[in-house]
Each structure stands twice: as structure tokens, then as C-alpha cells.
């Protein structure tokens, strides 16, 4: 990929469109440029991992590896999301792993180092990051309540209304997206077994709250899919 293109691309983000170009050449992104192709690890097993990763294009499974080397997925990213030490803490990422999921992937990455030095004299860059950080932890603490004190349709229920709600940001009441997701991700992103899941989505087809086909997830009625799931 040319260098223009990458700088088209990078330049998309919210976030880093707000870079000058003295901060965009101190972190020296277009030589962390990261495209990964489909399943590969962008890092593994990463204790002192000391980057932080902006999504661009495409998405990225991260998890940790349980004793018998099985993947024990905690979220999958969608562009815009940042992964990585976004706690711009050293040494807390023990056992994580990142992969590009299902696509090639496209990241922009730079140290933690780099990042803080920009944001110590860019206040406003400084609480939009906050605002992500924390943005990204309620959500952990939701999913984690909602695993524990909610039943197998309404964990699902959720788990769409979430996703409706990432990607209908708009407002329209009917979400349209492209599926990046096997009901094996459904699966252990909502601790179901898979079998459980595809009969499931059987169920909501049926009542109209959730069509998922390989191509993608409709939610006919966000409102509806809101009331059902108990959200609010």
C-alpha cells in the first residue's frame, strides 16, 4: 500500500484526524503502519507489550490462551477501536493475544511513550482518550454483569442490542451490518454453547428481532430488540 493511501486511511479516524503534523510525524505513524492478513497474530502472549493500535479496517479478536491452549476470546474490535496498553500501563497484558479476525486487517500503531508525550501537551486529545478508555471498561463491566445475572436469550438479546447500537449510530431504528461474526464467536463472547446459539438465533429470526445470515446482522426494530432484552 502506498504511503498516500496510508495517510488517506489513517487520517479517517476521529480520533488521529486531530493530530498536527508535527504531533502525526513525532509518532511515527506511517512506519507502524500494520496490515495483517486474515488469522494472523498482530501480537501473542504480550507481557510487556508496550503499543497502542487504532483499527482502521477490518477486525481484531483479542483473548488470552487458557493451560490446555485453548483460545478464551474476550471482545472483538471493529475500526475506530483502539487495543493494546490503552491503560498506558507497562506489563498488564500478560498471556493476551491479537489477531486479525475473519479479514485483513489494517491497524496504525505506536508506543505508549510516543503517545503520552502527545497527549501531555494536548489536553483536549488527553480527555477524548479518557473518554475511550472508560467508554471500553464500562463495557467489560457490563458484558461481565451480563454474563452472570442474565439467561441465555437475554444475554444474546443484549449482545445484539450492542451491536445495533455500534453500528447505528445514526439513529435509524433498523440496523444493517455486515457479519464478521461465527455463531462460535457468539458463542464464547456470551459464555453459550454454540449449540445453544444457533438454536437461539432460530428463535429470534423467527420473532423478528435478529436475521443473521453469513453476509450480515438486520435488526429490524432497535426499540423492540431494547424492550425485549430489558435494557434501560
Not at 43 to 50: R, V
Not at 66 to 88: A, Y
Not at 204 to 224: H, N, S, T, Y
Request: charged content about 30%.
Amino acid at each position: 500500500m502506498r504511503a498516500d493511501d496510508q495517510i488517506m486511511i489513517i487520517r479517517k479516524n476521529d480520533f488521529l484526524a486531530k493530530l498536527t503534523e508535527e504531533e502525526y510525524n513525532a509518532l511515527n505513524i506511517i512506519h507502524n503502519f500494520v496490515v495483517a492478513r486474515r488469522d494472523d497474530y498482530i501480537y501473542f502472549d504480550a507481557g510487556f507489550h508496550n503499543k497502542l493500535y487504532f483499527i482502521k479496517e477490518g477486525y481484531v479478536k483479542v483473548g488470552n490462551v487458557d493451560e490446555e491452549g485453548n483460545e478464551l476470546v474476550k471482545e472483538i474490535l471493529k475500526p475506530g477501536d483502539v487495543f493494546g496498553q490503552f491503560s498506558l500501563e507497562r506489563s498488564n497484558m500478560m498471556g493476551e493475544f491479537a489477531r486479525a479476525h475473519n479479514q485483513e486487517t489494517v491497524l496504525c500503531a505506536f508506543t505508549v511513550n510516543d503517545f503520552e508525550k502527545i497527549l501531555s501537551t494536548r489536553p483536549d486529545m488527553s480527555i477524548a482518550f479518557s473518554k475511550k478508555v472508560g467508554k471500553k471498561l464500562l463495557q467489560t463491566e457490563t458484558r461481565i454483569l451480563n454474563l452472570l445475572q442474565k439467561d441465555v436469550r437475554s444475554r444474546l438479546l443484549y449482545f445484539f442490542w450492542t451491536i445495533g447500537r455500534q453500528h447505528g449510530q445514526d439513529g435509524k431504528n433498523r440496523v444493517v451490518t455486515n457479519n464478521y461474526l461465527t455463531h462460535e464467536d457468539i458463542s464464547r463472547l456470551t459464555g453459550t454453547s454454540r449449540q445453544s446459539v444457533t438454536t437461539m438465533l432460530g428463535m429470534l429470526a423467527d420473532e423478528g428481532l435478529v436475521i443473521m445470515d453469513r453476509k450480515q446482522i438486520v435488526i429490524p426494530d432497535m426499540k423492540l430488540l431494547e424492550r425485549e432484552s430489558k435494557v434501560g
